[in-house]
């Protein structure tokens, strides 16, 4: 199965990312719906699209928007977006007030289910993660393979969700900061690098693919990688456009 990233980024677009968002096309299952989400509709291939969001923040949402370009050139029959229940009726309410988007798009809001049924006989898990507002974490088993997304969270090798991650094939995690900038991710709820790589470590992961990069910098190495696998070495950084094979 394949897995594509469309947006690597937090919080803004930049030169080289655009905000998280990740596709698994030939199921049509979405995790997060940043600005990445308008290079969806050159990748799928169904007639479904079942769309996870991790928590409403707008670099996380704000790609919702641009479905009716996304059906222009990819017809769907249905849409669905799953998240967690007070974070939906904020979406409906806010993101497409009629004084902010015209009309509101085709979407089947639904709360996502602890035990979410996916296709190619796959399930997805949430859990919650510590972040302003409150954000979920996935994991997803197929037979064949396994990841987890987590994303706009503190790391850390005793975080709470290190059992909901354990064994998986493949984390990706979110490392908006290196460790130089580890007061400023404890100010802002997001990760740094050493700690991710110790917790990819304690969980016994198969490969760790860090994403959510601090969009001002744009350049070969935001997180000093080498530091990341001198404690974990499966570990790179995610790119926009990347493929990778579960
Ligand atoms: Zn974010
Ligand atoms: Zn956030």
Redesign the pocket.
Known sequence: MKLVFLGTG??HPNNRRH??CLLFPQIGVMLDAGTGFFRAAKYLSGTHLDIFLTHA?L??VIGLSYLFDLLAVHPLERITVHGAADKLPAIQEHLFSPTLFPQMPPYRFQPVEQFQPLPDGGVLKHFPLEHPGGVLGFRLDWPSGSMAYV??TTASPDALYSGSIAGVDLLVHECYFPDKYKDWAIKTGHSWTSAVARLAAKADVGRLLLT?INPLCEDDDPVDLSLARSIFPATDVAEDGMEIGL
Do not use: C
């Open positions: 937090g919080y905000t998280a923040h670099d996380h994303t706009d959510h």
